[in-house]
């Protein structure tokens, strides 16, 4: 990364014994601080990282600079946040608040220096990177695609407690401030200087000349305008009751207390955190926030096995089967930046899912530019003669084991030996499908779930005896599209249906019981899940329900009989506009829950709990870590309780 003092000649250097900061200072005044934190490849702000600070700020106290750029050394971003590794090992109510108070007296220091002060945003600048950044008078950012600002400390069940939720609401409003902060949002570039988050927005080219001529010009911020300082001020209740209803909508206070802490810590207190001490142990220590730290460890370790060292990035993806899994694929490829060839019998065929693409498109990609390259980059193919280009090559057609193989032969003889040849699947055992293959090893699975553009989570599925290379290639592709890859064995299922079925079964007996669909839903929404079993049944197909069953649920020979009367009657759920539920335009319209039995919630999660154990027993997936990170990203397992091993765990505890 070009640094600010290329353009002048240092005059002094800091004191070697800093081990994360450099300190330089040129001949015209100003003062640039590197954040190049030592041993790791991207910055975080630790006890150190924060103690160092405070000795710059401290020669600045001596010697004040004409002013301060304060940038980073690494060319992964500005600064990821805190170092949460720090929150784990808060031993005391006291060790909670120390960690807050340091923090929030540092940056507010920071804040009252009479030098101008800027920071200079490449990259990512998150969590207690962006409270960094929003303690300098000014804030520049580069415009280029890797450069996210945001704070997200909501989504490991904590608050920004280091001046973020004050400082935030004072440059963008309190309504934008808050969305963003209780949705973990972040924003680009180019979004952060429209809503006055930035200062500036500039390219790379020019960052460091125009950071210098910023940091100095004596520029005042405009004013929000009179109805967000309104909205801010002596509005502000009205502006929490109302977020406080719409995170009420989607998150359970007991479940997830942070949102609400920042609600109040904002509307009451001006985003002190220290100015409520009871609130700050009950969060930063709470089982939530370490759960949801667990979890962000486990999508890190989901993410390293796409590491995509010494293996080629996939340019070329040809998807066969154009029906709403492969469709989306294929749209999902597209948007993220890959050549798609789409395949199917007919053009007929292929014409709604490149509608679908569309949509997604449209919604996703805001410059019409880009969705124009988008809509380019996914080329209808009814002769299928992508299939011999390209780099990726994904079945997803009908779940008939004949028709598989028949395809995957003539296949053999069109692809590249070196092209990676994948599976959709999502119940058949890659073994019953390859052997028609020259190479059989060659197969692996890339198994998505729907909706593709919202389920984070891919299996790689390995046969006995799969190419190595053609696994690391798998789950390279899968990084590389923005997807989490999951190692599991070949196996009816294999981890994320195959806990699902035993627990809609579950709840689906519940209903020949005479308890109410809306009721079954309704209680496990109050365990914490993110859709209720019966209608994620009906969202499913319950077609598909009934197969899954019959196929991964052994113990029993009979499937439940409310399921198998709907199936008969045609009634399959959302797709046909009836199952449990009628549906009309994508919703499903409910009667009101009635009570609920004690010890409903149990009985329904149990066989979940107790399938996704014996995969692990079996090996299908190597841990209890790794499947609990697969039912929570596959399924949406409620993520506080820090995935079903975990709740397992914590009950029997």
């Known amino acids: 990364m070009n640094t600010i003092s ?55 106290d001596a010697s004040p600079p ?78 280029e695609a890797g450069t996210r600002l945001g704070l997200p400390e909501v989504m490991l069940g904590i608050f920004p407690g280091w001046g973020g939720m004050r400082r935030l609401p004072q440059r963008v409003g309190g309504p934008v401030a808050l969305d963003l902060m209780l949705a973990g949002k972040t924003v680009d570039a180019r979004r952060a200087y429209k809503i006055g988050l930035a200062d500036a927005c500039v390219p790379p080219r020019v960052m460091a000349e125009a950071a210098r001529q910023l940091v100095v010009s004596g520029q005042s911020r405009k004013p929000l305008p009179l109805v967000t300082r309104l909205l801010s001020g002596p509005l502000r209740g009205i502006v929490a009751a109302q977020a406080k209803k719409k995170v009420a909508a989607r998150a359970r206070p007991e479940h997830y207390p942070a949102p609400y802490a920042i609600i109040d810590l904002w509307a009451r207190h001006d985003g002190d955190a220290l100015a409520a001490p009871e609130l700050i ?23 390293s096995f796409g590491k995509a060292d010494g293996i080629a990035v996939a340019k070329h993806v040809h998807v066969i089967g154009a029906g709403v899994m492969g ?29 679908r693409a569309n949509t997604l498109f449209g919604r996703r990609l805001r410059d019409p530019l880009l969705q124009r390259a988008a809509r380019d980059r996914l080329i209808p193919d009814v002769d299928g003669h992508g299939a011999a280009r390209a780099d990726i090559v994904i079945e997803a057609i009908v779940e008939n084991v004949e028709v598989k193989r028949e395809l995957f032969r003539r296949l053999d003889a069109q692809m590249r030996p070196d092209a990676v040849l994948a599976t959709n699947t999502s119940s058949l055992r890659l073994e019953d499908l390859r052997d028609v293959l020259a190479r059989p090893e060659r197969l692996v699975g890339i198994h998505f779930f729907n909706p593709v553009a919202k389920m984070p989570l891919v299996e790689v599925v390995a046969a006995e005896g799969a190419d190595p290379a053609m696994l690391a290639r798998a789950a390279a ?12 064995k070949s196996a009816p299922g294999f981890l994320v249906n195959a806990v699902l079925a035993p627990y809609m079964q579950a709840a689906m007996r519940c209903v020949d019981e005479g308890l109410s669909p809306e009721t079954i839903d309704e209680t496990m929404l109050a365990f914490g899940m993110p859709m209720g079993p019966i209608e994620l049944a009906d969202t499913v197909g319950l077609d598909i329900a009934l197969a ?62 107790l399938r996704t154990q014996q995969l692990v027993d079996a090996g299908i997936v190597a841990d209890a870590d790794l499947a609990d990170a697969g039912v929570i990203f596959g399924t949406g397992f409620a993520p506080f309780t820090g995935g079903p091993l975990n709740y397992r765990k914590d009950q029997h505890a």
Do not use: M
């Open 66 to 143: 004409k002013g301060l750029i304060i940038c980073s050394g690494k060319d992964a971003g500005f600064i990821a946040g805190a170092d949460i590794d720090e929150f784990g090992v808060l031993a005391s109510a006291e060790d909670a608040q120390a960690l807050v108070a340091r923090g929030w007296q540092l940056f507010n220091r920071l804040a009252a220096v009479r030098y101008p002060t800027l920071a200079l945003v490449r990259g990512h600048c998150l969590g207690g990177g962006l409270e960094l950044a929003l303690a300098c008078r000014y804030l520049l950012v580069v415009d």
């Open 6 to 60: 290329d353009l002048r000649a240092v005059t002094e250097t800091a004191d070697a014994s800093l081990q994360h900061w450099r300190l330089e200072r040129s001949a015209d005044g100003l003062a640039t601080a590197t954040l190049d934190r030592a041993g790791a490849s991207a910055n975080a702000l630790s006890a150190a990282v924060l103690g160092e600070l405070a000795q710059l700020l401290d020669q600045f």
């Open 327 to 355: 469709g989306d694929i294929a749209a999902w490829c597209a948007l993220r930046g890959l050549t798609v060839t789409l395949a199917d019998q007919d053009i007929a065929r292929i014409a709604p899912a490149i509608k």
């Open 477 to 488: 592709f899968v990084r590389q599209i923005d997807r989490l890859p999951l190692p599991v």
């Open 281 to 303: 142990d009950g969060i930063v220590r709470s089982p939530t926030a370490r759960n949801l730290v667990r979890v962000y460890h486990l999508q890190e370790r989901l993410k």
């Open 548 to 609: 899954a069953g019959r196929s991964l649920v052994t113990d029993v020979s009979e499937p439940p009989a409310c399921l198998a009367e709907r199936v008969a009657a045609g009634r399959l759920g959302r797709k046909s506009g009836s199952g449990f539920y009628t549906w009309r335009d994508g919703k499903a319209f409910k009667g009101t829950p009635g009570a609920v039995p004690q010890g409903l919630a149990l009985r329904l999660v149990e066989p979940l709990l």
